[in-house]
């Protein structure tokens, strides 16, 4: 048996995980703290401030994993800085990865815009990519992630500046929400609920951005983070719907 771990907020490692395996849990429902056992086990993640998502990081923290084959695909829109080194040590005792690999996918992260052809290009190679790494998987390829001592300082000092500086910590919607309640369905964490007034965000977030690219009437703001024009983005296979059902276990 294979295990398939994932999380995503706009698609793109919604869409790896489900090309690598059929059965790929996502993390948000996925028991924290269980304990796990199977021939491979694979998790696919974002990066999010050359890190793994802090639910990623807490998920294999909190469970253990005993195969003779772990690996880790990351989704970035940049360079997956030190989110696989990071996967590899947090891995350290259930014997760290045997295979870590990434790709290039849209970045979702608002404050970049997003050249047309450029995205294009991405989501065009994204399929020829993950079968290569679908194949070195099968064929337990081993490749380690590069060690990159500075990774969690760079995290770190990239978080502050996001919630501090941009003050990210408080999100909130403006006067443009239709109270359609797709970001509250959508958010991998619960962290948003409906009130008679609006939206309510609680201090849960993953700042996975889903609430921010599949809201409707671009309603939702974080802190002082300008949008970019053409930041609205999701990967064009995966819908809200998709990651809502994905979700249910
Ligand atoms: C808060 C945040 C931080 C991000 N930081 C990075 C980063 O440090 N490096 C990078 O290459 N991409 C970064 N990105 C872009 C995402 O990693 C990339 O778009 C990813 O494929 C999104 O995956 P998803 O659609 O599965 O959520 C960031 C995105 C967000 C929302
Ligand atoms: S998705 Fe947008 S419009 Fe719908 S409830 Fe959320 S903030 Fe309001
Ligand atoms: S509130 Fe929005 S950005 Fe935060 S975890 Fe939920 S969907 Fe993601």
Redesign the pocket.
Known sequence: MDLVF???????????AKALSNNAINIASATNGGNYEADTIGF????????P?VIVTQFIKNSTFKSPYIWAV????????G?LSAAHKLLKTSGGLSYANG????????IYGLEEKVKLKQLGEESGTVSRIKNDINNRVVKLPKNKPFADL??KL??FT?KNIYQ?KTPRSNEKCTKCGICVRLCPTQNITMAEKGIIFSDKCE????CI?FCPVNAIEFGKIKRHDNAA???PK?SADDLIKSKER
């Open positions: 994932y999380f995503s907020g706009t698609g793109n490692s919604y869409n790896v696919v993640f974002p990066v999010y401030c050359s890190l998502p990351a989704t970035y829109g940049g360079g997956a800085g989110a790709l290039i996918l849209p970045d979702n992260s608002i760079v995290g990239s978080w996001i990210a700042y996975c951005f889903g690219h983005y999701h990967h995966v």
